[in-house]
T-cell receptor, first 117, second 114 residues
Framework: AQSVAQPEDQVNVAEGNPLTVKCTYS??????LFWYVQYPNRGLQFLLK??????LVKGSYGFEAEFNKSQTSFHLKKPSALVSDSALYFC???????????????FGKGTKLSVIP | NAGVTQTPKFQVLKTGQSMTLQCAQD?????MSWYRQDPGMGLRLIHY???????DQGEVPNGYNVSRSTTEDFPLRLLSAAPSQTSVYFC?????????????FGPGTRLTVL
């Protein structure tokens, strides 16, 4: 079974400082990894994904994520945080396709990011 | 494109009542799914569909039914609502064929069962 762990319920960072939101995963085979963001009272929005290739993935709003196969991690990063980045962030994993059931996406519990002015 | 739409936005039910949460997408996506979001638990998959006429259970299917008669619509039915089903429900869809495609989420339905 596949799983995702986001070890921090909350991350606080000062505006202008770099931010990191951590994610580790467990899946059979090479994973497909995703980050989504949820603003208050909204649905989830896709930020970025790792499929294969370059371990550093760039996404929307200046976010990037680094895939580390040996550490089974996919941490979300941004060089300079904005107050508007404050939101709930979800990491998700999906196994390579091997039948209809493998379309299932497994989410972590989420990390609340607060950027302090 | 309207994307993924969900109705209603809010709903209050009494224990034992039934209702249907509506979900529609206009992107011709084959894959659609329903999640529930509870504090501290992330999103959990209820049911999903890989195309019209095909549905399957996710992680937490008990108390819910789905059907997929068209590509566009994927309603979620609560048969006899219970307080444990108080949650925020999200519908999502993905483009066809490839497991690495991202999902597009609707705005959610906030359900309270008294």
């Amino acid at each position: 079974a596949q799983s995702v762990a986001q070890p921090e319920d909350q991350v606080n960072v000062a505006e202008g400082n770099p931010l990191t939101v951590k994610c580790t995963y467990s899946v059979s085979g090479n994973p497909y990894l995703f980050w989504y963001v949820q603003y208050p009272n909204r649905g989830l929005q896709f930020l970025l994904k790792y499929i294969t290739g370059d371990n550093l993935v760039k996404g929307s709003y200046g976010f990037e994520a680094e895939f580390n196969k040996s550490q089974t991690s996919f941490h979300l990063k941004k060089p300079s945080a904005l107050v508007s980045d404050s939101a709930l962030y979800f990491c998700a994993v999906r196994a390579p396709y091997s039948g209809a059931g493998s379309y299932q996406l497994t989410f972590g519990k989420g990390t609340k990011l607060s950027v302090i002015p | 494109n309207a994307g993924v739409t969900q109705t209603p936005k809010f709903q209050v039910l009494k224990t034992g009542q039934s209702m249907t949460l509506q979900c529609a997408q206009d992107m011709n996506h084959e894959y659609m799914s329903w999640y529930r979001q509870d504090p501290g638990m992330g999103l959990r998959l209820i049911h999903y569909s890989v195309g019209a006429g095909i549905t399957d259970q996710g992680e937490v299917p008990n108390g819910y039914n789905v059907s997929r008669s068209t590509t566009e619509d994927f309603p979620l039915r609560l048969l006899s609502a219970a307080p444990s089903q108080t949650s925020v429900y999200f519908c999502a869809s993905s483009p066809p064929g490839l497991a690495h495609n991202e999902q597009f989420f609707g705005p959610g339905t906030r359900l309270t069962v008294l």
